[in-house]
Nanobody, 117 residues
Framework: QVQLVESGGGLVQPGGSLRLSCAAS????????MRWYRQAPGKERELVAA????????NYADSVKGRFTISRDNAKNTVYLQMNILGPEDTAVYYC??????????WGQGTQVTVSS
């Protein structure tokens, strides 16, 4: 059974930090590109960060560059999103996504991040 289980969301004050985790199981994690998306109320889902099968290939949305860091641990089948200097504009549900050119695509159930004082 394929699972992507996000954790680490919650309520944080502006300027604070959170670290999201996404634990994968049921598919060959190490051959998948991994991504974090987010969706704020009333807005479309947007790509936040992506990492290739090796840790050297990463990409970020302009809005999070310099504040967010995506990483992965293939030994633990887990991808992370370190989020620093959070602002209210970062409030959203964050989703983990597994992408592969020819294999099925998978999504997690999402974790809520709320930035508010």
């Amino acid at each position: 059974q394929v699972q992507l289980v996000e954790s680490g969301g919650g309520l944080v004050q502006p300027g604070g930090s959170l670290r999201l985790s996404c634990a994968a199981s049921g598919f060959p994690f190490s051959v998948y590109n991994m991504r974090w998306y987010r969706q704020a109320p009333g807005k479309e889902r947007e790509l936040v960060a992506a990492i290739g099968v090796t840790t050297s290939g990463t990409n970020y949305a302009d809005s999070v560059k310099g504040r967010f860091t995506i990483s992965r641990d293939n030994a633990k089948n887990t991808v992370y999103l370190q989020m620093n200097i959070l602002g209210p504009e970062d409030t959203a549900v964050y989703y983990c996504n597994a992408e592969h050119p020819i294999r099925p695509r998978y999504w997690g159930q999402g974790t809520q991040v709320t930035v508010s004082s």
